[in-house]
């Protein structure tokens, strides 16, 4: 592994169907975060962590959470899915806890149907 | 609010010279970001700004302007692999990363 990588690439998913996103990262940074992307909008915060075991809200935290049990991992999950998740999933990371240079993931693309 | 305007789409002709601009109210500063993102790729890194003027990096050049609230990138010799969204973003007062729309760059031979 080189990086960061997510898992699924894509997914299609019924709406009220529980679904966890992965991310993992190899380089040892501290910091992590899921994004969501939308057409017409910037990206949006979902969920950080400055360093394994802790965790913060974003900008758009309602129906997601996270968890990091160390440092290399950082899973999304939506537990009640709607179609309004429907979007591209984008997990980074960065080497300090305030937010430095931040590297993408190649992203999941949700679809609640 | 915190807010973050680039303009939705720009087209430049391969060998040319063009400039994205950026401006932005945040909740206070702590550097500005490009980002340059492909079609169905993720973001990558162009530059950073934490401190007014010019920073070069090869073709590539972005400005700031704290007083203004306001940044440019530049892209010099423009390649057809330039074809992509740029990104700005800005960090606010609590480190965390606010961004633009992005801007949809077209390059025409």
């Known amino acids: 592994i080189a990086g960061i990588t997510q898992a699924p690439t894509s997914q299609i998913l019924a709406a009220g169907r529980r679904m966890t996103l992965r991310c993992t990262q190899d380089?040892?940074?501290?910091?992590m975060y899921w994004y969501r992307q939308d057409l017409g909008l910037g990206l949006r915060l979902i969920h950080y962590?400055?360093?394994?075991?802790?965790?913060g809200k974003g900008e758009v935290p309602d129906g997601y959470s996270v968890s990091r049990a160390n440092t290399d991992d950082f899973p999304l999950t939506l537990a009640s899915a709607v179609p309004s998740q429907t979007s591209v999933y984008f997990c980074?990371?960065?080497?300090?806890?305030?937010?430095?240079?931040?590297?993408f993931g190649p992203g999941t693309r949700l679809t609640v149907l | 609010g915190q807010n973050i305007d680039q303009p939705t789409e720009m087209t430049a002709t391969e060998g040319a010279i063009v400039q994205i601009n950026c401006t932005y109210q945040?909740?206070?500063?702590?550097?500005l970001f490009w980002y340059q993102q492909h079609a169905g790729e993720a973001p990558t890194f162009l530059s950073y700004?934490?401190l007014d003027g010019l920073e070069e990096k090869g073709r590539f050049s972005s400005f700031l302007s704290r007083s203004k609230g306001y940044s440019y990138l530049l892209l010099k010799e423009l390649q057809m692999k330039d074809s992509a969204s740029y990104l700005c973003?800005?960090?606010?007062?609590?480190?965390?990363?606010?961004w633009g729309a992005g801007t949809k760059l077209i390059i025409k031979p």
């Open positions: 980074a990371s960065s080497p300090g806890t305030s937010a430095d240079t931040q590297y």
């Open positions: 380089m040892r940074h501290n910091a």
């Open positions: 962590s400055n360093t394994a075991g802790t965790t």
């Open positions: 945040t909740s206070g500063f702590n550097g």
């Open positions: 700004n934490v």
């Open positions: 973003a800005v960090r606010d007062s609590n480190y965390q990363l606010i």
